[in-house]
């Protein structure tokens, strides 16, 4: 598989393969260590801005309303206030703000790892892997293909490896050689094995949503008081735009938020499609969508953690297809992220691309999501690392090209870069050099070169003539030996024998019951 990639290109891979071992790992990447954004946010919108689309938002919510389609989320709504008309749920604003004002500014999640804790909310930025994709490519296959358990393993491989990647999200590939009914079983088992990272649970339907606390619960070696006594995962739903919520999403989501674990609503609103063509419209309607299923969480559980949200972006209005890292996404995220400090939420983006394969589309699209993430304040950034075809193909490549993204991000948020004490002034470094020399040799860089810069684990940096003689292999070639190294390296992180078996044992039963019901 190493060599198949550079047999297409007429060259052989083993000088690729060689480049990226250094010393005994694989790779010498950063260690975990999520980054604090320190940068100001960017903001696109004035005060009055902010204040027309969230008056837009709270008129949608007032005078449209949106359609819950589980009659006992509608009931806890209607009970506490809102206006109800069969599935149709209006609130007005000052309802609206009362329960949002009650979900937290920020809040922890503790997987079974609790070195891997993180902190969803202020200046934190997470950032997880990509999420739910039906198929995969690598250049060993050179093609498109359905997702299965051992590409999906792989991928959670990889986000376990990275220390740049803080949470594990959804399925990282769709593994379509198990069935429906359970395949949650299969994959969280794999996920709770391969990784000890924080972990996600689809909702969709009561037997799936229970089966995954239930296999968190047993990883973490935790009293059912344990689990519900602080978060230890979380969901992430998406609305029906426009303007409405599904049955089995919301009855995941009220499931959790019952047990005080981690909810991120996040509407797919896709200007000129699901939404208006305006960004403001799309922005406004998808804040509204947002903010009703945060209401609802609220009413549940007060106080329990919520996170709001954006998948804004503009359809190809050539062809219909979803645009990813567009200007127009760039600023919608940004938007987002100004009514998500309004409301006083933690918000949640994503990086994403259009493109088919891990190439220069694919990096400059998923550059531009990721920066916008960046600027906008986001806390948790989805699919940031792997996404492609608009989130119909997960990609080993594309997986490692973002990380060195990512990897690069945090370092751009290091204090070290910007600080501004005598040693990094360094007037007894420029005094030693005058007028003449260099400073390659004094003591001051002597001390610091190992350190003073990002050392890049997939960029090349060789001039053309260097790189060409070492064989002249492309990034994507050079991710695809990486990838292949890892995977032949990887180690679980440890878990003790008894857990393991109580879960193996429970993944038995729960499959002898028939897991989760399916209409095939």
Known sequence: MADAPAKRRGRTGGRAGAATRRGTAVIEQMPWNPPVNTDKPVEPLSPEGVAAVHDGAMRILEEIG???????????????????????????RDFVMEWVGRAPAAFTLTPRNPDRTITVGGNNLLFGNVSSPPNYWDMALG??????????????KLTQYFNCIHFAGGYP????????????????????????????????????????????????????????????????????????????????WMRLARRGQGLVVTPFTLAGAMAPVTMAGAVAQSLAEGLCAIVLAQIIRPGCPCAIGTFTSNVDMKSGAPAFGTPEYMRATQMTGQLARFYGLPMRSSGVCAANVPDGQAMWETSNSLWAAVQSGTNMV???????????????????MDCEILQQIQRYMDPAITATGPDEIALDAIKSVGNAGHFFGIQHTQDRYTTAFYQPFLSDWKNYEGWEAAGGVWTPERAHVMFQEIIGSFEAPPMDVAIRDELRDFVARRKSEGGAPTDF
Do not use: Q
């Open 66 to 92: 949106v359609e819950f389609l589980n009659p006992e989320a509608v009931e806890i709504l209607r009970k506490a206030g809102a206006d109800v008309n069969g599935e149709n749920v209006r609130m007005g």
């Open 382 to 400: 989805y699919h940031a690392a792997g996404w492609l075809e608009g989130g119909l193909i997960a990609s080993p490549e594309k997986f490692i």
């Open 143 to 156: 093609t498109k293909v359905p997702g299965t358990r051992e590409m999906c393993a792989n991928l959670l």
């Open 173 to 252: 590939v769709e593994p379509v050689d198990i069935h429906a009914s359970v395949r949650h079983l299969d994959v969280v088992y794999d996920k709770l094995t391969l990784t000890d990272k924080v972990m996600h649970a689809y909702s969709l339907g009561k037997e799936r949503v229970e089966d995954v606390m239930e296999m968190v619960r047993i990883a973490g070696g935790l009293s059912h008081e344990e689990f519900d006594a602080s978060p230890r995962m979380y969901t992430n739903i998406n609305s029906t735009s426009p303007l409405k919520h599904d049955y089995p999403m919301l009855d995941g």
